[in-house]
């Protein structure tokens, strides 16, 4: 399959830690004002360092797309927060970006909508379940053995994160209505059963590693994927370094 025939792309930065203040201060100096002021708004270093990860590794991708300069696209946020790319009409894709202990990633479509979510694999809390579980959910949850249980609960978790993102609801919504076929939620693709009307049906979902020890979640109206994420060098994201992004498998599951 050609580049050109891929409508989902996937693109991925680790973080890395050796980036010190005066790094992150200059990777802060090319973004607009209220972009960067939002940034700085994050009071723990490292979250602050995901976040202008995810900004300039949106803006890498979307300068590919319309043929400008990353540091000249006007990206906006919808009052829940969805950033969307403004002054590009020619353009009618969507992007969306989620960031996770070590990793950063950014998923794009040519058109229709997309959401994403990664999240590091670790213990949840017990209150996520009642959160998070349709009753369907719930009851095959408990038929699990327990030691199975908590992968369970991440996959439901990070497949509901990015069908909400790509509806641009966020957790305005109840992950709970959103309903998942039980028997297909640890698989490679799985299935939407039933969603609310703010949150509409048709939604393809994708799930998959990242890395050692993520979960990745994709979600996406008509779009396919070809399960390559893009693994793009720190130093390019940031600042434009040379170097390019080097194509792997996000295995699925």
Not at 176 to 188: E, I, M, N, Q
Not at 199 to 218: K, M, S, T
């Amino acid at each position: 399959m050609e580049r050109g025939e891929i409508p989902l792309r996937v693109l991925a930065v680790r973080r890395n830690a050796a980036l010190g203040p005066e790094g992150l201060d200059r990777a802060l100096t090319g973004l607009p004002r209220p972009e960067r002021d939002r940034l700085l708004r994050y009071r723990r270093p490292e979250d602050r360092h995901r976040g202008v990860l995810a900004a300039w590794l949106a803006r890498r991708a979307l300068a590919e797309e319309v043929g400008r300069p990353a540091e000249a696209l006007d990206v906006r946020r919808e009052p829940p927060g969805r950033p969307y790319l403004a002054g590009a009409p020619a353009w009618t894709g969507d992007f969306n970006v989620s960031h996770s202990g070590e990793w950063v990633v950014c998923a794009l479509v040519r058109r229709g909508r997309v959401g994403v979510d990664v999240q590091e694999v670790r213990a949840v809390a017990p209150g996520v379940a009642r959160h998070c579980c349709s009753p369907e959910e719930a009851a095959a949850l408990g038929c699990l053995p327990p030691e199975e249980r908590p992968g369970y609960l991440l996959a439901l978790w990070t497949l509901k994160e990015a069908v909400l993102k790509a509806a641009g609801v966020g957790l305005a919504v109840s992950p709970a209505l959103v309903g998942l076929d039980t028997d297909r939620v640890c698989g490679a693709e799985p299935v939407l059963r039933r969603a609310p009307p703010a949150v509409g049906d048709g939604w393809r979902l994708w799930r998959a590693v990242l890395g050692r020890g993520y979960e990745l979640a994709l979600c996406a109206d008509e779009e396919l994927w070809d399960g390559l994420v893009a693994h793009l060098g720190h130093e390019h994201v940031l600042f434009g370094a040379p170097g390019g992004a080097a194509r792997g498998p996000g295995v699925q599951r």
